[in-house]
């Protein structure tokens, strides 16, 4: 009798520990899904199996951490072994018995900083150490601990970051980051021990509701500071602290969609962006790592993995996110959501299986506009060519680097950027966050203000008018503002066409001075027949060849004897992450001090197809105009720069005969059919005008409107024109044609369409 009221006793202690949970990562479902994965799966069969291993052997050291958490609570709930749950109890007992969890440098300040990352950090392991092994805890146990982790992993950051009697930082403190990582944190540790603790739902409530303010964030203008997020779902901080900031949202959402599937989340649309701004700003390498934009506090390989496995987790599975995750779920994304970690593993979603031929339906280039980037690239294939474009902010995570860019092609980062190092090397702060640590113009050795990355700049680059058709790409980077102690105008062009990409910068001064513009490169460089310079790393190779004011010394002669050309100079800076390593890179700088320049120089794109025809460039020029011609694969295109356009001209408009071609246009772009009579309009087929009002040639328009706009019409001579047109609304288009029944795809809302047949031009009334 006595045996079977203790098994009746045991039974229901039994039965009240293991009561109903909802977990807040290491749900039912998602232990299921991964023990169905490990049976059907090779590679996470063989992640799990490494991951099993690495916590036996945790359970044989001395002072487990806890980050260990992670690993432990895992194996826990995939095997229900109670030696890893005793394991995870220790650490429980130990850290939350303890003072604090934060850094001795941020208590030392004033006033304390009580509630910063490591206990973010912190409070994140503990909470799912709590929530794995929460029906292993007995109730006093779970109360105990429940009760001192909200003195020092939840009470601090409340504190710190939201209560209005208490807190003195705001969304923009320390970044942008560091809010969602501290106070979403703490949200998803409330969420760990709600049951526990009656004010935690409050506590998860009042947390949530702040996550569309802190996205809606507009910026300091007092203190130069940026809104947290683009439009389009870009964050600033660079692809570092984008994954790491919008992650720690991303889990406590999770968490709370997990815990409290009843509850009505506040709706993000920005949500709906972000997973697209992470595969616009990666680079798909065949067969290797997936790389990614790296401006700023970055690396090269860091991506939006464990976001976009996130959203994923929260319903958003579109295909796209699909094919973005299978590429880079075996890369080296340290947030801890690749194959490779416990969390990464867990919540390692089933994807469809996707077509071979499968790419995003998504444009090849984009710009996000409010922060300052921009993508361009010429297919979503592995091992393309992509141009990336910084002319934005400066502050914090974010460098000195107005109107630089980087070229990715053929599987490498050729045209780099230089990176970053720890932040506790003096070279932080004296090189890689500066001007010459990036591909910029550069005016007596001066770039930006040194002093932006802390202050901020004052007045920010933009981006501007990007346009993309199907053998053609432009972009306008202005970065004057940044440059405005030293220059009144800095404005860099890029013009894509085919495999050449020109590079246009157009200069002025306050005063005369050396103008130069760098050029960082991965792989071996060096000068070819005194032409161009050979960036060359495996088979990826681009040469780079300056066109104006002039090019390099003919056939390789000695600078001395030509003073008048370029000069190619190799000055030493600093490998990414690695401060103790030289690392060389190039000035190309004008032949003499002056107040005005444009530099123009062409980045040809050289591959197995191209080699040994590689496009044929010419300058040509007159009175008030540089010209750049293109000849490849059975097309000319005619590059025009009017100099009238560059802003000397005041209250009158810029207009210039250039070779027969009348206009106001800043940028004019003609292609032809190689051969062909390049002064008969009837033999164009492409045509660009870059901030311009009309185009002329013998008394006839090609071109109107009486605002200036950018705009690119493709298959010009057809009866089918598709347009691309960047200009005010309200406005009349006119382009010409001899059809009357022309058909025209521009994208914009036509009120009316007409043809005038006395000019031969169809108008369109542009409403927006």
Same mark, same amino acid.
């Given at each position: ?16 520990r ?5 977990y ?24 799990w ?14 002072k ?73 805890l ?21 504190e ?22 501290c ?71 999770y ?43 970055s ?7 464990s ?71 010429n ?43 720890s ?23 001066e ?27 432009? &972009? !306008? =980077?202005?970065?004057? $503002?940044?440059?405005?102690?030293? +220059?009144?105008? %800095? ?6 066409? *085919? ?7 157009d &200069? !002025? =001064?306050?005063?005369? $001075?050396?103008?130069?513009?760098? +050029?960082?490169? %991965? ?6 027949? *005194?032409?161009d ?99 490849q ?7 025009y ?8 001209l ?20 003609l ?43 493709e ?54």
């Open positions: 009798m006595k045996r079977t009221l203790l098994y009746i006793f045991l039974a229901l202690v039994v039965v009240g293991a009561q109903e949970r909802n807040l990562l290491h749900t039912d479902a998602n232990i299921k899904q991964l023990k169905n994965q490990i049976s059907r799966n090779e590679a996470v069969r063989k992640s199996d490494t991951q099993y291993k690495k916590a036996e052997k945790l359970l044989k050291k001395g487990l951490k806890a980050a260990d958490c992670q690993l432990l609570g895992l194996a826990y709930r995939m095997t229900g072994k109670p030696k890893f749950a005793e394991a995870i109890k220790v650490i429980l007992i130990d850290y939350t018995k303890r003072d604090t969890w934060e850094s001795k440098t941020l208590l030392s300040r004033t006033p304390k900083w009580k509630g910063g990352l490591k206990t973010s950090h912190t409070s994140f392991y503990i909470a799912i150490g709590y929530d794995c092994i929460y029906n292993y007995t109730e006093n146990e779970r109360q105990e601990i429940a009760e001192d982790f909200v003195k020092v992993g939840i009470t601090p950051p409340r710190d970051w939201l209560l209005p009697n208490t807190d003195f930082h705001t969304f923009d403190t320390m970044g942008h980051n560091w809010w969602s990582a106070v979403y944190m703490a949200g998803f540790s409330s969420l760990a021990i709600r049951n526990e603790i009656p004010e935690a739902q409050k506590w998860v409530d009042e947390i949530a509701d702040t996550a569309k303010e802190w996205i809606d964030y507009s910026g300091s203008l007092l203190q130069n500071k940026p809104p947290t997020f683009d439009k389009d779902g870009g964050f600033y901080e660079s692809i570092n602290y984008a994954s790491y900031g919008v992650s720690q949202y991303l889990l406590f959402r968490a709370f969609q997990s815990a409290l599937p009843e509850v009505k989340q506040v709706e993000l649309p920005i949500l709906d962006k972000i997973g697209d701004f992470f595969i616009q700003t990666s680079y798909y390498v065949k067969d290797d790592k997936v790389m990614s934009v790296n401006f700023g506090d690396f090269i390989n860091k991506t939006g993995n976001c976009v496995t996130l959203l994923w987790h929260l319903g958003y599975t579109d295909d796209k996110y699909a094919w973005y995750i299978d590429k880079v779920s075996q890369g080296s994304d340290n947030e801890g959501m690749q194959l490779e970690t416990p969390n990464g593993l867990l919540l390692h979603p089933v994807l469809p299986k996707l077509a071979d031929d499968f790419v995003p339906d998504l444009p090849t280039s984009h710009l996000y506009k409010d922060m300052g980037w921009a993508t361009l690239r297919s979503w294939d592995d091992n393309a060519t992509m141009l990336a474009v910084k002319s934005g902010f400066t502050w914090n995570h974010t460098h000195a680097d107005a109107g630089s860019y980087i070229l990715f092609h053929k599987g490498k980062n050729l045209i780099i950027d230089s990176g970053n190092a932040y506790l090397s003096p070279l932080y702060t004296e090189y890689y966050c500066q001007s010459e640590a990036h591909n910029v113009v550069m005016f007596n050795g770039g930006q203000n040194r002093k932006d990355i802390y202050f901020g700049v004052t007045n920010q680059g933009s981006l501007h008018n990007l346009v993309e058709g199907e053998n053609f790409k432009y &972009l !306008l =980077a202005n970065a004057t $503002g940044p440059y405005s102690h030293i +220059l009144s105008r %800095n404005y860099r062009n890029f013009v894509w066409v *085919g495999d050449v990409i020109l590079v246009i910068d &200069l !002025l =001064a306050h005063k005369p $001075g050396k103008f130069e513009w760098l +050029l960082h490169y %991965n792989g071996e460089s060096t000068l070819k027949g *005194g032409i310079l050979t960036i060359k790393e495996d088979d990826a190779k681009v040469l780079v060849r300056p066109l104006y004011p002039e090019t390099f010394p003919p056939g390789g002669e000695r600078p001395h004897d030509f003073p008048e050309h370029m000069l190619l100079t190799e000055k030493m800076g600093y490998e990414d992450h690695h401060p103790e390593q030289i690392k060389p890179y190039w000035s190309i700088s004008h032949f003499e001090e002056t107040v005005r320049t444009k530099f123009v120089s062409a980045i040809i794109l050289e591959d197995e197809e191209n080699k040994g025809k590689l496009p044929v460039i010419e300058r040509f020029e007159g009175t008030d105009f540089l010209g750049v011609s293109i000849t694969e059975g097309k000319t295109t005619q590059v720069l009017n100099l009238l356009a560059d802003g000397r005041k209250h009158r408009n810029s207009v210039i005969d250039m070779n027969g071609w009348q206009t106001d246009a800043y940028l004019t772009v292609t032809f059919k190689e051969g062909a009579d390049v002064t008969n309009i009837e033999n164009i087929d492409e045509l660009f005008i870059g901030h311009g009002s009309y185009l002329r040639r013998d008394g006839k328009a090609l071109m109107h409107s009486h605002s200036k706009y950018t705009a690119l019409v298959d010009f001579n057809s009866g089918s024109l598709k347009v691309e047109f960047q200009g005010q609304a309200n406005t009349t288009l006119s382009i010409h044609t001899k059809n009357v029944e022309t058909s025209v795809d521009i994208g914009r809302n036509v009120k009316s369409q007409s043809f005038d047949e006395s000019l031969n031009m169809i108008q369109l009334k542009i409403t927006e």
